[in-house]
């Protein structure tokens, strides 16, 4: 099979699962647990990670990191020039993503008279930014929150600051620097869940009078990255490490948690951003963040201080997942705390296969059995519409019914016992190549949206799926997508039926996909997410708010993050594919993309 395109003929591989495709053996990041940044990236989390595709999706896959792509800048006949560029400019940008392999020695070169003279060597260290060193601009003062007049207590679902778009967009919107701030508390210790990490970046996101305070780090780097990783903290006595257990191929540690331990009590933070840099600047992220949770009078019993939604237990449930002596005496800390004033359910995702009562502890099912037990049918269900948007997305077969369209629609139609299991289903919401090209940061947003064209050729039929991304209602439509959501939404886009924001991409590594006839769930990665349903919130449904900026403490309407409806792409538009060339046309940055 082959179908034509801009970019060339698309041949149709005849493997129908990446996920039992052997990855080449790549390079990998220092910064990247496993997945590689864009070339000119060099903190793309999720590009990477995320991006490695592989685990879930694109970001589970070790095989989609192998191809990085470097964008350039633009020439009118830029392909042997491009080359050229990329050989020395930008040489050691190319990162990949597979710690189970070590990587190949560089081959060898003919020394060529222009590649004898030392001055050609580049920097060992890659440029904090895909455009340079100068790309990242120091934000004034009055870009960060002073008080919390402007948060939304309500659902505390917040959008990260972007620089670069106007600042009511970003009122009432967080940065690290504000939720690790006095603001929310005096730190006393933090543990953060990750996949990427850039240690030196983080520890100054801390105010100076937190920065030396104990934090532990959880992710999934193995053997070399591993190393590298444990490298960068070394001046940094106050850190120490959690490695999570990945024992199923393709699997990585994808969640994204902060708990932070303060003075006053203690906070638990889901979120969509990696620990660097880029992540932070001119992403579109989101994130939950708790309200702070009180200690329990002694002597409390051990089921005192959980919510209505079993947040605690399930919480607890998932740390203890990780079967890891470092995480022992947060999980006692967490029991002592009152966790009440929870509103929203968790929804995580653990490596394993799981059988009987477990398989709808982790994953789609689990999602599938909270829409169950706590929506109700809606009338004209057929009509609702069912969204999903995320930044990378994995093999799901040479046709829908091998698993979108069968077990993980059948999840996300799920409205009550009774539901008809049927809607619009409108995936994904993914930005396409003109989203990317004339976003803030260009071509290298494209690093963070890990789409494969080994993947995109085996699933053509995804493609009358897509919808590009329009975020003018945040301010927020070239700020590319990392954020992940799903929701339920009226036929009129005026109501939700229910929302999740989480880490896991459209992949079955991170959802899940039934085995054995249906009597196993087999799931490859870590993830987590909240999920909000109204009846928590005792509402029937959620209105959505139709000016999300400036944020509003006192509003009952949910801030969705992108323009409701979605709008399918043009006939000329393509998905974002991030290891195939893009030189017709410069990105606002004046460069081209063209993977090495």
Not at 39 to 52: A, I, L
Not at 213 to 226: A, D, Q, T
Request: with cysteine; charged share 25%; hydrophobic share 30%.
């Amino acid at each position: 099979m082959s179908q034509d395109s801009q970019h060339g003929k698309w041949t149709i591989s005849d493997s129908e699962d990446e996920d039992n495709i052997i990855p080449p053996t790549p390079q990998k990041d220092s910064n990247k647990p496993k997945p590689k940044l864009s070339p000119k990236r060099n903190e793309d989390n999720h590009s990477v990670k995320e991006p490695s595709a592989p685990s879930m999706g694109s970001e589970a896959r070790k095989a989609t990191h192998v191809n990085q792509t470097i964008p350039v800048k633009y020439e009118s006949n830029p392909s042997p020039s491009v080359k050229r560029k990329r050989e020395t400019e930008e040489a050691g940008w190319n990162l990949s993503s597979s710690d189970d392999e070590t990587p190949p020695p560089a081959p060898k070169k003919e020394p060529k008279k222009s590649d004898v003279n030392p001055k050609k060597k580049t920097e060992d260290k890659r440029p904090s930014s895909p455009h340079g060193t100068s790309y990242y601009k120091e934000e004034p003062a009055d870009f960060f929150e002073t008080n919390l007049l402007s948060m939304n207590d309500m659902y505390r679902f917040y959008l990260n600051k972007v620089t670069g778009i106007p600042k009511k967009f970003n009122t009432g919107a967080l940065h690290i620097k504000e939720i690790l701030s006095p603001m929310f508390g005096t730190l006393k210790e933090s543990v953060q869940f990750n996949y990427c990490f850039d240690i030196p970046w983080m520890v100054e996101q801390y105010p100076p009078e937190f920065r030396d305070k104990p934090v532990i780090l959880v992710h999934g780097e193995k053997r070399e990255s591993k190393a590298r990783l444990i490298e960068q903290a070394k001046p940094y006595p106050h850190i120490r490490f959690c490695q999570a257990k990945l024992d199923i191929a393709f699997g990585t540690h994808h969640t994204k948690m902060m708990l932070l331990w303060y003075e006053e009590g203690f906070r638990v933070i889901i979120l969509t951003s990696n620990l660097i840099r880029a992540d932070w600047y001119q992403k579109t992220q989101g994130m939950w963040m708790s309200p702070l949770y009180p200690r329990l009078p002694e002597g409390s019993p051990g089921t005192a201080g959980e919510s209505p939604t079993n947040f605690k237990s399930d919480l607890l449930e998932y740390l203890e997942a990780y079967r890891a002596p470092e995480l022992a005496e947060c999980i006692d800390r967490i029991k002592q705390h009152d966790l009440s004033e929870t509103r929203v359910y968790l929804i995580g995702s653990t490596p394993g296969r799981y059988q009987g009562p477990a398989m709808e502890k982790w994953g789609h099912l689990r999602l599938r059995k909270l829409l169950s037990e706590h929506t109700k049918p809606v009338q004209n269900e057929e009509r609702w519409h069912v969204l999903g948007q995320f930044s990378s997305i994995g093999s799901m077969g040479l046709d829908k019914t091998k698993w979108l369209a069968a077990e993980f629609q059948r999840t996300l139609t799920t409205l009550g016992k009774e539901g008809r299991r049927c809607a619009h289903v409108r995936l994904p919401v993914y930005p396409s190549v003109e989203n990317v090209r004339t976003s803030l940061e260009g071509y290298p947003a494209g690093g963070s949206l890990p789409y494969s064209i080994q993947t995109a050729q085996k699933q053509l039929w995804l493609h009358s799926y897509f919808h590009g991304w329009h975020a003018d209602v945040t301010g927020r439509s070239n700020a590319m997508p990392h954020i992940k959501t799903y929701m339920r939404v009226s036929p009129d886009f005026t109501q939700l039926a229910w929302f999740l924001v989480t880490s896991a991409n459209l992949s079955k590594a991170a959802w899940g996909a039934l085995e054995k006839n249906n009597t196993q769930i087999m799931v490859r990665s870590y993830e987590l997410g909240v999920l909000y349903l109204p009846s928590a919130f005792n509402m029937s449904t959620f209105p959505v708010e139709k000016n999300v900026f400036p944020a509003s403490s006192s509003s009952k309407c949910f801030p969705v993050p992108f323009d409701l409806p979605p709008q399918h792409y043009s006939s000329k538009e393509q998905p974002w594919i991030w290891n195939i060339p893009y030189t017709q046309a410069p990105d606002t940055h004046g460069n081209v993309w063209v993977p090495s």
